[in-house]
C-alpha cells in the first residue's frame, strides 16, 4: 500500500493545505538521486549534487515551517479554548445569582444533580475540543512519519534529520499528551470519580456508532438463525438413530461454508476491539483505505449468511427424515454454490474490492518465496494454519460434487483420499516457512529471533506426517503423544512470549508489556483461553477412530474443535495486531511509527498502574 494514499486518508480535510507535499517531495528527491540531473558533452552534470542537495533541503524548510506554523497557532488556540471551558465550568458552578435552573440549562453540574445529566453536560463542554487535540496529534504524526520516509529515500538522512528536530511539531507528544490527559483528569474529578478510563470512555462514547438500519438487519438474521436452530435441534433429537445415515454425507458441505460465515463474524468483532481501542488496523496491515469497511457491515454480511445457512440446514435435515433421503444433497450443492458465487462474484456488489483484496493476501501468502511478505500475509498464513478442518472440508465439498457421492447421498472419497486429509491442512506450514525464509534472505538479522517459530512450524509438519504413516499408534503411539503434548505446551508459550510480546516485566505487572491498549484483565483471560483452547486444535489430526462415540459422532466434534480454534486465532489476532502497533518487532515496516486513526474509539490507550 503506497503511503502517499494512506497520507491522503489520514487528513482533515480542513487542514489539508497545511500538510507536507508528501509526492512533490518524493519527485524531488528522486531528482536528486538520479534521475532528471542532465550532463553538458563532456558528461559532467550541469547540476552537482551539493546544489542539488541545497535545493530538497530549501524544500523541506519551506514545508516544515509550513507545518510547524500551524501546529503552533492550533496549538495554542486549542490550550486556550482549554483554558476556557476550565474557567466557565468553574464560574458557573460558583456564582449564587443564577438560578438553579439556568446553571442546569448551560451546564449540569451541581452536586444534587442526576449523574447521567452531569457526565452528558461534560461531554458537550470538552468532546470538540477532545476530537480537536486528538486530529491535531494525527496530524503530527502523519507528518512526522512522512518526513522520515522521505528521509529514508534520501543518501544524507543525517541532514534532514537535523533539519527537523529543531521544529515544535516533531515533540507534539511532549506538549498534546499532558495536555489530553489533564483534561482527563478534570473531566473525572467533575464526575465525582478518580477513574481517568471513564472519562476517557466519555469523551469518546459516540464514536462507535451504528444506524437503525443496521439494527434491523441484525435483528431479523438474529430471529432466523434462532428459530432455524430451535426447529433443527428438535428434529435431530427426535430422529438421532438415522443422523449418521442422512446428515453426515453432506455434512463437511456445511461445516466448512458455517467456518466461513463465523470467520466473518468474528472479524467484524475484531475490528470493532481494535477500533475501540484506536488502533489503526487499516494502517497496520497496510490496507487500501478507500476499502474501508465498518464492523456492522461485515457483521451484517456475516449474519446474512448465517441465516441463510441455518434456513437450507434445517431444510435439508427435514427432507431426509420426512421427504426422500437422497434428494437433500442438492441443498448442499445449492448452499455451496451460493457461497462461492458471493464471494467470487466479479461484479461490483458485495464489497467486491475488499473479497478480491482478500484473494490477493491469500495468493502473496501461499507464493511467499517469490515476493515480499508484509504483516497482512503473515497474519492470513497464520490464519489458514488455524483453518485445518475447514481446509479438510474443501477437500471432502470438491470431492463431493465432483463424484456421484452428492447423488447417492453418501460419504465422499476420491483418489488419494488419506493423502490429501493430511497434506492440506500440512501446505500452511510450509507457507509460514518460506515466509520465515523469505524475510531472513532480506533481512539476515531477524534470524535469531525466528528460529523458535521454525522450530514450531517445523514440529507441527513432523506430527502430521507420523499421523499419515499411523505412527501415532502401536509402539509409537506414545512418542507421538508426548511431542504433541510438548508442541501444544511450546506452542502456546510462543503465542504469549514471543507472538504477544508478554511475559516480561514492566510497571503494569510481570507479565504485561509496558505498552498496552487494552484493558489488563483483557490479557489475562487471553492467556488462559489460548492455552485451553490449543488442546481442542491438536484434536484436529487425530484419527476419527478416537472420536467413535454413540452420543456424540466425530462429525459434530470436528465442527466443535472448528469454532474452537475460531475462537483462539480471532483472540490471538487481537493481541498481534495490538503489539505490531506497539512495537513493530518483525520489522514489517521500514518506519516504526503508526498513526492514530482519524476516528476516535471508544477507549484510547489504557496505561495506568
Known amino acids: 500500500m503506497k503511503f502517499s494514499r494512506q497520507l491522503d486518508y489520514h487528513k482533515i480535510p480542513e487542514w489539508s493545505s497545511f500538510y507536507i507535499d508528501y509526492r512533490a517531495m518524493k519527485k524531488l528527491i528522486n531528482r536528486y538521486l538520479d534521475e532528471y540531473i542532465k550532463y553538458d558533452s563532456h558528461k559532467n552534470p550541469l547540476l552537482s549534487s551539493e546544489q542539488m542537495l541545497k535545493a530538497v533541503l530549501e524544500e523541506f524548510e519551506a514545508q516544515l515551517n509550513n507545518i510547524n506554523d500551524f501546529y503552533i497557532e492550533k496549538k495554542q488556540q486549542l490550550k486556550q479554548e482549554l483554558e476556557t471551558v476550565f474557567i466557565c465550568i468553574s464560574r458557573i458552578r460558583t456564582v449564587s445569582t443564577m438560578g438553579e435552573k439556568d446553571i442546569k440549562s448551560i451546564l449540569s453540574l451541581e452536586e444534587k444533580d442526576d449523574l447521567q445529566d452531569r457526565e452528558t453536560s461534560l461531554q458537550r463542554a470538552f468532546s470538540d475540543i477532545h476530537r480537536q487535540f486528538w486530529w491535531l496529534e494525527v496530524f503530527c504524526e502523519i507528518n512526522s512519519i512522512a518526513i522520515l520516509k522521505l528521509s529514508e529515500k534520501m543518501n544524507v538522512c543525517a541532514e534532514l534529520k537535523l533539519l527537523f ?55 431479523i438474521s438474529l430471529g432466523i438463525i434462532c428459530a432455524s436452530c430451535i426447529v433443527t435441534i428438535y428434529l435431530l433429537l427426535m430422529n438421532y438413530s438415522n443422523i449418521e445415515i442422512n446428515i453426515y454425507p453432506s455434512f463437511p458441505v456445511f461445516r466448512l461454508t458455517l467456518a466461513i460465515n463465523l470467520i466473518i463474524i468474528v472479524a467484524s468483532w475484531i475490528i470493532y476491539w481494535v477500533e475501540a481501542h484506536s488502533l ?41 427424515f420426512y421427504v426422500d433421503n437422497e434428494g437433500s444433497e442438492h441443498l448442499a450443492m445449492i448452499l455451496l454454490i451460493m457461497h462461492s458465487g458471493i464471494f467470487f462474484c466479479p461484479f461490483n456488489m458485495f464489497f467486491r474490492r475488499v473479497r478480491w483484496m482478500i484473494i490477493k493476501t491469500f495468493l502473496e501468502a501461499a507464493s511467499a518465496p517469490f515476493g515480499p511478505v508484509k504483516f497482512k500475509n503473515y497474519m492470513m498464513a497464520s490464519w489458514v494454519i488455524s483453518l485445518a478442518i475447514p481446509l479438510k472440508d474443501v477437500y471432502l465439498s470438491i470431492c463431493f460434487i465432483s463424484t456421484d457421492a452428492w447423488e447417492l447421498n453418501k460419504y465422499p472419497k476420491c483418489f488419494l483420499h488419506d493423502f490429501w486429509l493430511y497434506f492440506l491442512p500440512m501446505l500452511p506450514f510450509t507457507w509460514r516457512l518460506f515466509q520465515i525464509f523469505n524475510r531472513v534472505y532480506y533481512k539476515p538479522s531477524l534470524l535469531k529471533g525466528q528460529v523458535w517459530i521454525i522450530l514450531r512450524n517445523v514440529t507441527s509438519i513432523i506430527l502430521i506426517v507420523m499421523t499419515y504413516f499411523e505412527m501415532n499408534k502401536g509402539e ?25 510480546g508478554l511475559f516480561c516485566y514492566s510497571k503494569n505487572g510481570w507479565i504485561l508489556r509496558p505498552n498496552i491498549y487494552f484493558p489488563k484483565n483483557f490479557y489475562y483471560w487471553v492467556i488462559f483461553l489460548n492455552f485451553l483452547l490449543r488442546f481442542g486444535w491438536t484434536l484436529s489430526f487425530l484419527p476419527a477412530q478416537a472420536f467413535e462415540n454413540q452420543y456424540l459422532s466425530s462429525e459434530f466434534l470436528m465442527l466443535i474443535m472448528c469454532i474452537m480454534e475460531i475462537i483462539r486465532r480471532t483472540l490471538w489476532s487481537v493481541l498481534r495486531i495490538e503489539r505490531e502497533r506497539s512495537e513493530n518487532t518483525e520489522k514489517y515496516r521500514k518506519i516504526d511509527y503508526i498513526p492514530k486513526p482519524l476516528k476516535l474509539g471508544t477507549f484510547l490507550r489504557y496505561d495506568r498502574d
Do not use: H
Open 165 to 219: 528536530q529543531k521544529y515544535d511539531f516533531i515533540n507534539w507528544e511532549n506538549e498534546l499528551t499532558p495536555l489530553r490527559e489533564e483534561m482527563y483528569t478534570y473531566v473525572a474529578g467533575q464526575k465525582g470519580d478518580d477513574d481517568d478510563y471513564d472519562a476517557i470512555r466519555l469523551l469518546t462514547s459516540d464514536s462507535i456508532y451504528y444506524k437503525s438500519g443496521d439494527i434491523e438487519k441484525i435483528s
Open 280 to 320: 489503526n488496523w487499516i494502517y497496520i496491515l497496510e490496507l487500501n483505505p478507500a476499502n474501508r469497511f465498518s464492523y456492522i457491515q461485515v457483521l451484517c454480511v456475516g449474519l446474512f449468511l448465517s441465516a441463510l445457512w441455518s434456513v437450507i440446514f434445517m431444510l435439508s435435515v427435514f427432507y431426509n
Open 476 to 500: 509409537n503411539a506414545f512418542v507421538w503423544i508426548l511431542m504433541y503434548l510438548v508442541c501444544t505446551e511450546y506452542t502456546s508459550f510462543l503465542d504469549v512470549y514471543q507472538d504477544w
